[in-house]
């Protein structure tokens, strides 16, 4: 009888994972979680700086604006939603046939770990017909 239990444990395998498989799991689950951590308010202020470039492309389409208008909604609109990493001076309106070309085009540096960032690039471009 001890021949027959015996012969039946050689078959079956251990299931599941180790003590060590689980911190090294948890580990590296846990860095992708920080770097998710560490970007969101990079992208939270991107959304304020797009929310921003269409705000103004809805206020102004249209209605055959100025320069000076543009740029003074944007500066307006930037003081509202408290935006950060980048100015009201930063957003560039350029003339173009049918318009006003609004972009916002930025640079984003995050810390992560020790000396190592992110470094994260936007640009949000509209046009504004006259």
């Known amino acids: 009888m001890n021949k027959r239990v015996m012969k039946q444990g050689l078959g079956r395998r251990e299931r599941g994972i180790t003590t060590l498989g689980m911190i090294i799991l948890i580990s590296f689950i846990g860095l992708f979680v920080f770097g998710g951590i560490r970007l969101t308010p990079v992208y939270l202020n991107y959304f304020k700086v797009s929310g921003v470039v269409e705000g103004v492309l809805k206020e102004f389409d249209g209605q055959n604006p100025s320069r000076n208008a543009i740029l ?16 009201a001076r930063d957003v560039k309106v350029t003339a173009v046939d049918g318009g006003y070309e609004v ?26 017909r006259r």
Request: aromatic share 12%; net charge positive.
């Open 103 to 128: 972009s916002a085009k930025y640079d984003h540096v995050s810390p992560f770990i020790g000396n190592v960032n992110f470094l994260v690039a936007f640009n949000k471009t509209v046009l504004i």
């Open 72 to 87: 003074m909604s944007v500066a307006r609109r930037f003081d509202v939603e408290s935006v950060d990493k980048i100015t």
